[in-house]
């Protein structure tokens, strides 16, 4: 009966793909009418940005950069003020995964009530009341970390525990924790089913599935997503400065402030150096751990 | 070992994979399933090994109604049911000695089965079960580096390790070199005559059901279409099994006199 549905479905000649749907018509002038109403609404404009004063502004204040303050004393302080940034985002980053790691599974369907793992449960409502629970406040927990920008985070906590290192590096772990257990959970999702299956018909136990089933599967992923995140992490250190979150940002802050041109043109190099460092460092532990 | 009475499998409350189906397996039996694709036979081997729940009917394993079972009970009967799948059903990045030590986690509280992971608990164990499918060589060796017919070895290896009751085979050679394909077969075979295991597979080669297994059943829309001894199935049983299928399959339509050369690649199996 279904298999004579499926063969008609089979045998229906395929719809014709020569015009663009109505529907792709629509999308794309939907897309098009956002793009003129983002244009009108960020006041886009190339005179404003290259003709008359600005351009000869620009040019002024791009001269005053140069040359770079490099007095050894001012280098050392930007070495200093760098290894703070690299510290930020490193432990930030570790933070991040610690948080991440042990919301995770909680927030993914098919290690909680649904699928495979769960075709033989008999059906005890409480229990399943429970882990939904368990679930639904996983997954929320993470997507309050994860919607609320990390310098918002940052403000907040500088209010709590006061300026420097400490509030920028919790505030970019506390972010990036939701971002990466979304990012985590949707691999945890996605794993391949058989092995998982096999598995349970040895039969193990859920937690036992999770260590010989699943984690191998996604460990490679989750590295991956972790150092790109570290990645995106080094430079939102250096904005997270600017709320007084300390390293790099904080001086360049104070720098801009103070009409320090020279030592600003140095702290942007720093920024450029290190962030080149880390997006080497992050590809390399990449292509070797993955 | 098995009794099934009108045991039925409805999925999305329409298709009907399994319908009302009766079978009785007893302890130490030897049988083949064979069937066009899509007649159930993966369904049915599903709800075997406790991994579905059937939509009606009862289904007894060794008396124990599969349906009453839930939590650590359900794990001991599932322990006691060794499965062999099609393929893909072993975890690629891992070793290969952890793949095949997976077949003890039903036995290994959880501590243990995570320190194996660091330490291979008991490497001597898959060492003897890897050489007794003939790749003991392979035991340190990742997973996915595996040709198709060495990781049907290790899946084989792991229901040793584990050391179930009743070994379920899913089309294991469907997936593997059709030169290899006896030769997993006889060793399935052998290996569960040596250990007294009650053996079910299923099998898409009519020529391997016939030629090794005593009993062969014949499953056709869910239902049984024949349950003999392999004697005693002839043309007229396959055809009707095998009728019905689209052009392509037609010429495949088994027959105990002539087997197809392409098809069967065991010519000596035909006697």
């Given at each position: 009966?279904?298999?004579t549905a499926?063969q008609a479905?089979r045998?229906?000649p395929?719809?014709?793909?020569?015009?663009?749907s109505?529907?792709?018509?629509?999308?794309?002038?939907g897309?098009?009418?956002l793009?003129?109403?983002?244009?009108v609404g960020?006041?886009?404009?190339?005179?404003?940005l290259l003709?008359?004063e600005?351009?000869?502004q620009?040019?002024?204040?791009?001269k005053?950069?140069?040359?770079p303050d490099?007095?050894?004393?001012?280098?050392?302080?930007t070495?200093?003020?760098?290894?703070?940034?690299?510290a930020?985002?490193?432990?930030?980053?570790?933070?991040?995964v610690?948080i991440?790691?042990?919301l995770?599974?909680f927030?993914?369907?098919n290690?909680?009530?649904?699928?495979?793992?769960?075709?033989m449960?008999?059906?005890?409502?409480?229990?399943?009341?429970?882990?939904t629970?368990?679930?639904?406040?996983?997954?929320s927990?993470?997507n309050i970390?994860?919607?609320?920008?990390?310098i918002v985070?940052a403000?907040?906590?500088?209010?709590?525990?006061g300026?420097?290192p400490f509030?920028?590096?919790?505030?970019?772990?506390i972010?990036?924790?939701?971002v990466?257990?979304?990012?985590f959970?949707?691999v945890v999702e996605n794993?391949?089913t058989?092995p998982?299956?096999?598995?349970q018909?040895?039969?193990?136990?859920?937690?036992?599935?999770?260590?010989?089933g699943?984690?191998?599967?996604?460990?490679p992923?989750?590295?991956?997503y972790?150092?790109?995140?570290w990645?995106?992490?080094i430079?939102?250190?250096v904005?997270?400065?600017y709320?007084?979150?300390?390293?790099l940002g904080?001086?360049i802050?104070?720098?801009?402030?103070l009409?320090?041109?020279?030592?600003?043109?140095t702290l942007?190099l720093?920024?450029?150096?290190?962030v080149t460092?880390?997006?080497?460092l992050s590809?390399?532990?990449r292509?070797?751990?993955? | 070992?098995?009794?099934?009475?009108?045991?039925s499998?409805?999925?999305?409350?329409?298709?009907i994979a399994?319908?009302e189906?009766?079978?009785k397996?007893?302890?130490g039996e030897?049988?083949a399933?064979?069937g066009?694709?899509?007649a159930?036979?993966?369904t049915l081997f599903r709800?075997l090994n406790?991994t579905?729940?059937?939509?009606?009917?009862?289904?007894?394993?060794?008396r124990l109604?599969?349906?009453?079972l839930?939590?650590?009970?359900?794990r001991?009967v599932?322990?006691?049911?060794?499965?062999?799948?099609?393929q893909h059903?072993?975890?690629?990045r891992?070793q290969?000695?952890?793949?095949?030590?997976?077949?003890?986690?039903?036995a290994?509280?959880?501590?243990?089965?995570?320190?194996?992971?660091i330490?291979?608990?008991e490497a001597?164990?898959?060492?003897?079960?890897l050489?007794?499918?003939?790749?003991?060589?392979?035991l340190?060796?990742?997973?996915?580096?595996?040709?198709?017919?060495?990781?049907?070895r290790v899946?084989?290896?792991?229901?040793?390790v584990q050391?179930?009751e009743?070994?379920?085979a899913?089309?294991p050679?469907s997936?593997?070199?059709p030169a290899?394909?006896?030769?997993?077969?006889?060793?399935?075979?052998?290996?569960s005559?040596?250990y007294r295991k009650?053996?079910?597979m299923n099998?898409?080669s009519v020529?391997?059901?016939?030629a090794?297994f005593?009993?062969?059943i014949?499953?056709?829309?869910?239902?049984?279409?024949?349950?003999?001894?392999a004697a005693?199935v002839?043309d007229?049983?396959l055809?009707?099994l095998?009728?019905?299928s689209?052009?392509?399959?037609?010429?495949e339509v088994?027959?105990?006199?002539?087997?197809?050369p392409?098809?069967?690649c065991q010519p000596?199996?035909?006697?």
């Amino acid at each position: 009966m279904a298999n004579t549905a499926t063969q008609a479905a089979r045998l229906a000649p395929p719809k014709g793909r020569d015009f663009p749907s109505a529907s792709t018509l629509m999308i794309m002038a939907g897309f098009l009418t956002l793009m003129i109403w983002s244009y009108v609404g960020t006041e886009f404009s190339l005179r404003g940005l290259l003709g008359g004063e600005s351009a000869a502004q620009i040019w002024t204040y791009a001269k005053n950069l140069f040359p770079p303050d490099l007095s050894k004393d001012f280098l050392l302080k930007t070495g200093y003020w760098a290894l703070e940034t690299f510290a930020i985002s490193f432990l930030g980053t570790i933070l991040a995964v610690v948080i991440a790691l042990s919301l995770v599974f909680f927030s993914s369907r098919n290690l909680m009530f649904a699928g495979l793992l769960f075709e033989m449960e008999r059906s005890r409502p409480w229990v399943r009341a429970l882990r939904t629970g368990l679930y639904l406040g996983a997954k929320s927990t993470l997507n309050i970390l994860r919607t609320v920008p990390h310098i918002v985070w940052a403000l907040i906590l500088v209010f709590a525990v006061g300026l420097g290192p400490f509030p920028g590096m919790l505030a970019l772990g506390i972010h990036t924790g939701g971002v990466l257990g979304r990012l985590f959970g949707e691999v945890v999702e996605n794993v391949e089913t058989q092995p998982i299956e096999a598995l349970q018909a040895t039969g193990a136990t859920r937690l036992q599935i999770l260590f010989y089933g699943i984690l191998p599967q996604v460990l490679p992923d989750f590295v991956a997503y972790t150092l790109y995140r570290w990645e995106v992490n080094i430079r939102e250190a250096v904005i997270l400065g600017y709320v007084g979150a300390g390293g790099l940002g904080q001086q360049i802050q104070i720098a801009i402030s103070l009409f320090l041109e020279h030592r600003l043109l140095t702290l942007i190099l720093a920024i450029y150096i290190i962030v080149t460092l880390v997006d080497h460092l992050s590809a390399s532990l990449r292509n070797r751990l993955v | 070992m098995y009794l099934l009475d009108r045991v039925s499998k409805v999925f999305d409350g329409r298709t009907i994979a399994v319908n009302e189906l009766d079978l009785k397996v007893r302890r130490g039996e030897k049988l083949a399933m064979i069937g066009q694709s899509g007649a159930g036979k993966t369904t049915l081997f599903r709800m075997l090994n406790l991994t579905i729940p059937p939509t009606s009917g009862t289904l007894l394993f060794d008396r124990l109604d599969i349906g009453r079972l839930a939590g650590r009970r359900l794990r001991e009967v599932r322990r006691r049911i060794g499965t062999v799948y099609q393929q893909h059903n072993l975890v690629p990045r891992l070793q290969v000695v952890h793949n095949v030590l997976s077949g003890k986690l039903g036995a290994w509280p959880l501590w243990r089965a995570v320190r194996s992971l660091i330490r291979p608990a008991e490497a001597e164990l898959a060492y003897e079960a890897l050489s007794q499918v003939g790749i003991p060589e392979k035991l340190y060796d990742r997973t996915e580096t595996l040709s198709g017919g060495q990781q049907q070895r290790v899946a084989i290896a792991r229901t040793l390790v584990q050391n179930p009751e009743v070994i379920l085979a899913d089309e294991p050679v469907s997936s593997v070199d059709p030169a290899l394909a006896a030769g997993i077969v006889k060793l399935l075979i052998e290996l569960s005559e040596t250990y007294r295991k009650t053996l079910i597979m299923n099998l898409h080669s009519v020529d391997l059901a016939l030629a090794h297994f005593p009993r062969v059943i014949g499953l056709r829309d869910g239902k049984i279409s024949f349950d003999l001894p392999a004697a005693e199935v002839t043309d007229d049983h396959l055809a009707t099994l095998y009728a019905g299928s689209e052009a392509e399959t037609a010429e495949e339509v088994p027959s105990r006199a002539e087997p197809h050369p392409v098809r069967s690649c065991q010519p000596h199996l035909t006697s």
